[in-house]
């Protein structure tokens, strides 16, 4: 064996490189292996399949303390993802009309959109969320005399009301009505309904993004030369239709890759609706490690389920980089 | 000029006409009015929209915030003002405990001097006339006056002033320690990340590319909540690290991954030529790297890594999730426990939106300059 | 005397503080070749970028086909309809294939049927001797390859002006050139004719 051959070399880094790693990890499992028998904790899964003991405040499917643990991570997961959805629906729609009000023609909108995005970015995320929601706690009215308008919105101390259309199926038809929100002793019932913390966290985690998406939008918008734009205006072509074939096709190449990383950021980010008392996927199962002590199974549920996320996205935006890469020699 | 002629040269320059100046109605401000916010249609429709909001708004903040704020720190009148005026009297009341945390009362002038001292340093970082290996000597010895001072004993040994646990640290110092050494200590490990990353040994790239993506896809808070919950259990049995040192390593483990990402974007930026030039000058391969490599990718990325900083001095304000009383969990704790001001909560908030957004703001400006100066180059 | 197609009188373009173009007068008839040369930096790229309102000038008057060029995006429209110009960075399209880039001012603009663009597309590729990357993206065609498809870009609209901004490989009048021979003997000494 030749010991300057670079193949050797290669061979006996990795080989040595395995070998410390695993001694690592291996030290690491006896440590840990050692602590929860000192301690009197057990491991593994099978304590999802043990009831749960606490209730949920809010969620999308039935959930009652009897159920079993997975069920709980289960409303958990789906929590995150509808506030995950409707931020990422409304950062991206608020984003975008402020990343073209950045380099619009008008100075005031130049100006006032500047100031969003500069306020938003520079203050602590945590910080935002917590004070939208004292906000919506302490500085809303009280249920019984809300602020009400446009019809039949309703809001106060208790959060939302909209009204939602419902299928009524009475004796002989059925129709589509709508639910009315409407306040009956001193609470507001019917319609549909968002509760104060479901409405922090969304407003703050969608306008913390939001102004992070009009950087994106303004670097792509500004990625396209302006000679591009000289070209197309010499072929005749007018602003709306320059924007059109010309600009957005170019810019939407600069701007998927980071704007999927602030979509990612922000499903990432609603894990601090803990703080909150939001009873999203975080919050849940810190409940369930405080309760079971199974922290290193609750922990690594969470990273599981946030990492398949992640891998889904980036696989999505690898998968549209190909598709619409520009091609070269 | 005369198109249908030859031009003649010695008559065109005979005949240049000298240069005057601009006229004044093409520039001024009724001309930038003119175009900049009467130019189109759509432009005075947005001009009007956005006037409206200011004038439906701002009066309303203004009287709120300072015209009708009380200052003084007395509760009653702050209570008679609610709604009407802000109450920064909280602020003056509580500057104290939020600015500083638990630590003890009559020793806070410690961490005020070891805070300055840490920002002096970071300051004199950022300018280039002090990049030598002095400055390196600089941090070892502001590092060390800073733990000294803030907790009275360097290394095992007492330095003579009264000893302050580390679950008595809390505020802007400890804000500022948490970013400035996460940083400090995740840079070696990012660059190793990097060059691993980038390695053509499939075994080391894989280790890399796993810690990376690992350590990317999930939320800081879960990484937070294994350094809190299951450090403890990875060490032998009886040990029990300090809480403030395995924050530390969470952080500075999740931040090295981001800063992988940044410093491999440089490399990446290097020219095939350069390794070659390298190569053929007889340099090794940590030699390359090192004198050659990562001078140049280093330089490309200091915006990048500023944006990091920054956003890991926002991130540590997550710490209070896990029981560190860093600048927001002070302010909680000094606010919460006192009912007397608890309800306004808000005003507190706002000023300690003011330190960040005003720290942020500095570091996002400055970040902005240095890529300017790289472009420019 | 024929009407100057393109008439400029007493122009004055500042940049700033900088007099860049001072008292121009130019008159140019149908069919009349020009070549501008100077010194970089004299203002050459800006006098013909003000034929087609690339630039704005401050004072004078400037005629184009017989339409004033003012602040004014109706009359600016008609006359670069009229004008067509070959950019010194070429300014293709890289995401449009070599014929979309031919056709997108056609189709949108003139309002010419899809499949009548693409055939009036494929006879000037072919006249400047590059019909068969019409399929490829700019990109991957070497830079006289891009050159040829931005004339033929802005030949598509059969202009009656043509610019050309700093054409350095443009060797002409060397009729060696093959593509170069085959536009200065057909186009460059005539009007332009429709189709």
């Known amino acids: 064996m030749r010991w300057h051959s670079r193949r050797t070399r290669a061979l006996l880094v990795q080989v040595g490189l395995v070998v410390v790693l695993a001694a690592l990890v291996g030290w690491l499992l006896a440590n840990t292996l050692a602590n929860m028998r000192a301690r009197g904790i057990q491991s593994g899964f099978d304590f999802l399949l043990d009831t749960a003991g606490f209730d949920i405040g809010e969620s999308l499917i039935d959930f009652d303390s009897e159920q079993a643990y997975w069920r709980a991570f289960l409303v958990g997961l789906l929590n995150t993802l509808r506030v995950s959805v409707t931020g990422i629906v409304l950062c991206t729609l608020i984003g975008t009309l402020v990343g073209i009000g950045r380099v619009s023609g008008n100075a005031l909108a130049r100006g006032l959109c500047y100031v969003y995005t500069e306020l938003l970015r520079n203050v602590p995320i945590l910080l935002q969320l917590l004070m939208w929601y004292v906000l919506l706690i302490e500085w809303m009215p009280e249920a019984d005399t809300p602020l009400h308008g446009l019809g039949g919105l309703y809001l106060s101390k208790g959060g939302l009301s909209l009204p939602w259309p419902t299928w009524e199926s009475g004796a002989w038809t059925s129709a589509l009505v709508w639910d009315m929100p409407a306040v009956v002793d001193g609470e507001i019932r019917g319609g549909l309904n968002f509760s104060p913390e479901f409405l922090a966290v969304t407003l703050g985690l969608t306008l913390y993004t939001s102004a992070f998406v009009a950087e994106v939008v303004r670097s792509g918008l500004q990625s396209v030369a302006r000679g591009q734009i000289e070209a197309a205006r010499s072929l005749g072509l007018n602003p709306w239709l320059t924007l059109r074939h010309v600009v957005l096709p170019q810019a939407m190449r600069v701007i998927v890759p980071p704007m999927t990383n602030q979509y990612l950021n922000l499903t990432k980010n609603s894990s601090l609706a803990v703080a909150i008392g939001y009873p999203d996927l975080v919050n849940i199962s810190n409940t369930a490690l405080n309760q079971t002590g199974r922290a290193v199974e609750c922990i690594a549920i969470i990273m599981g389920i946030y990492l398949m996320l992640s891998l889904l996205t980036s696989a999505f935006m690898n998968a549209y980089n190909r598709r619409v890469a520009i091609r070269e020699r | 000029m005369s198109p249908s002629s030859t031009p003649d040269c010695a008559h065109a320059a005979a005949a240049l006409v000298p240069p005057r100046s601009a006229p004044n109605h093409a520039r001024g401000l009724r001309q930038w009015i003119r175009t900049e916010l009467l130019g189109s249609p759509m432009n005075v429709g947005v001009t009007l929209l956005m006037t409206a909001l200011l004038v439906w708004q701002l009066p309303g903040w203004v009287s709120w915030s300072m015209v009708n704020a009380v200052v003084q720190p007395d509760a009653d009148a702050c209570q008679t003002a609610r709604g009407l005026g802000a109450c920064w009297g909280v602020v003056s009341e509580k500057y104290r405990l939020i600015l500083f945390g638990r630590y003890p009362f009559a020793e806070q002038w410690r961490p005020l001097v070891a805070t300055l001292g840490l920002l002096v340093l970071l300051v004199a970082s950022c300018m280039r006339q002090c990049w030598h290996r002095g400055l390196v000597v600089a941090w070892i010895l502001g590092l060390c006056g800073f733990f000294g001072l803030m907790g009275g004993r360097l290394l095992g040994f007492s330095v003579g002033l009264t000893p302050v646990s580390t679950d008595q640290w809390g505020g802007f110092p400890l804000t500022l320690m948490l970013s400035t050494l996460s940083i400090a200590c995740a840079f070696p490990l990012a660059v190793l990340v990097a060059l691993g990353r980038r390695s053509d040994w499939p075994l080391v790239r894989a280790v890399c590319i796993t810690y990376i993506e690992l350590v990317r896809g999930v939320p800081l808070i879960s990484v937070l909540f294994m350094a809190s919950f299951m450090f403890p259990l990875l060490m032998p049995p009886g040990t029990t690290p300090d809480v403030l040192l395995r924050v530390l390593a969470g952080i500075t483990l999740f931040s090295a991954a981001y800063l992988a990402e940044i410093i491999r974007g440089g490399l990446q930026a290097i020219p095939r030529g350069q390794l070659e030039a390298a190569a053929s000058l007889g340099l090794g391969y940590w030699a390359t790297q090192r004198l050659v490599v990562l001078p140049q990718a280093l330089a490309h990325v200091v915006p990048g890594i500023m944006n990091n900083f920054i956003a890991i001095f926002k991130d540590t304000s997550l710490v209070t999730i896990v029981s560190l009383y860093e600048l927001s969990g002070a302010m909680g704790l000094a606010v919460n426990g006192d009912p007397n001001w608890r309800p306004f909560k808000l005003e507190a908030y706002l000023f300690i939106t003011l330190i960040y957004f005003v720290c942020c703001f500095a570091m996002s400006r400055y970040s902005l300059w240095v890529e300017r100066q790289v472009t420019h180059r | ?195």
Not at chain 3, 48 to 53: D, P
Not at chain 3, 102 to 125: C, F, H, N
Request: glycine fraction near 6%.
């Open chain 3, 1 to 195: 005397m024929t009407t100057p197609i393109i008439q400029f009188e007493q122009v004055n373009k500042w940049f700033d503080q900088f007099h860049v173009l001072r008292d121009i007068n130019l008159s140019v008839t149908a069919g009349e070749r020009i070549v501008i040369c100077g010194p970089s930096g004299s203002g050459k790229s800006t006098l013909i970028r003000c034929i087609n309102r690339l630039e704005e000038h401050q004072q004078g008057r400037i005629t184009v086909t017989g339409v004033e060029l003012r602040d004014d995006t109706r009359s600016t429209e008609a006359v670069r309809r009229q004008v067509g110009m070959v950019f010194q960075q070429f300014n293709l399209f890289p995401h449009l294939t070599v014929l979309e880039n031919l056709t997108l001012s056609p189709i949108w603009v003139g309002k010419v049927k899809p499949d009548e663009a693409q055939e009036r597309a494929m006879q000037q590729l072919q006249r400047v001797r590059i019909a068969e990357q019409a399929h490829k993206y700019p990109l991957q065609l070497s830079g006289g390859q891009q050159q040829r498809v931005a004339i033929a870009r802005a030949l598509c609209l059969t202009p009656q002006i043509m610019l050309f901004d700093e054409p350095t490989w443009w060797n002409w009048p060397n009729k060696a050139s093959p593509c170069c021979a085959s536009l200065t003997k057909w186009d460059l000494h005539a009007r332009w004719q429709t189709g």
